[in-house]
Nanobody
């Protein structure tokens, strides 16, 4: 059974930090790229960050560049999103996803598997 399980969400004040984790199981994680997306209330799902299966390529949305860092540990089947200098506009449900092409892609259409999401709330 394929699973992507996010954890690490919570409530923080602006300027604070959180580290999201995503545990993958049920598929060959090392062959897949990984991405993080988010969805704020009343808005569509948007790309946040992505990393290739090797970990050598990354991509970030302009809104998070310089504040967020995506990483992965293929030995543990884990993906992480370190979020620093958080802003109220970062408030959203954050989703982990696996890309069957192994790349660091922004397009949601390439992502085959999705987690259930974890809530991040940033107060001003």
């Amino acid at each position: 059974q394929v699973q992507l399980v996010e954890s690490g969400g919570g409530s923080v004040q602006a300027g604070g930090s959180l580290r999201l984790s995503c545990a993958a199981s049920g598929f060959t994680f090392n062959n897949y790229g990984s991405g993080w997306f988010r969805q704020a209330p009343g808005k569509g799902r948007e790309f946040v960050a992505a990393i290739s299966w090797t970990g050598t390529q990354t991509d970030y949305a302009d809104s998070v560049k310089g504040r967020f860092t995506i990483s992965r540990d293929n030995a543990k089947n884990m993906v992480y999103l370190q979020m620093n200098s958080l802003k109220p506009e970062d408030t959203a449900v954050y989703y982990c996803a696996a890309d069957r092409f192994g790349t660091a892609t922004r397009g949601a259409v390439g992502y085959e598997y999705w987690g259930q999401g974890t809530q991040v709330t940033v107060s001003s």
